[in-house]
């Protein structure tokens, strides 16, 4: 009985063993990029209030909108 509790007690040590150096392994690595999908800063259109991603965003008059129909009508009521 007692050698089955040292084997148990080895096979969880090592395993330990392994989950630590792997770890320590990839923690020395560059951290990934910025997948494709992240959408950033989101604004708000100053004519309809939708919330854009800010690179999707039109920039007139000093004022951020959601299209170019809403840049060219200007700020307005929501």
């Not at 990839?26 to 910025?34: I, V």
């Not at 959408?39 to 854009?52: E, M, N």
């Amino acid at each position: 009985m007692g050698r089955l509790i040292v084997l148990i007690l080895l096979v969880v040590f090592a395993v330990w063993l392994i989950r630590r150096a792997l770890r320590a392994s990839t923690k020395g690595q560059d951290a990934p990029s910025k997948p494709s999908g992240e959408i950033g800063d989101l604004v708000r259109c100053a004519r309809c209030g939708v919330h854009l991603p800010r690179a999707e965003a039109r920039l007139a008059g000093g004022l951020l909108y959601c299209g170019e129909e809403h840049a060219r009508l200007g700020a307005g009521e929501r």
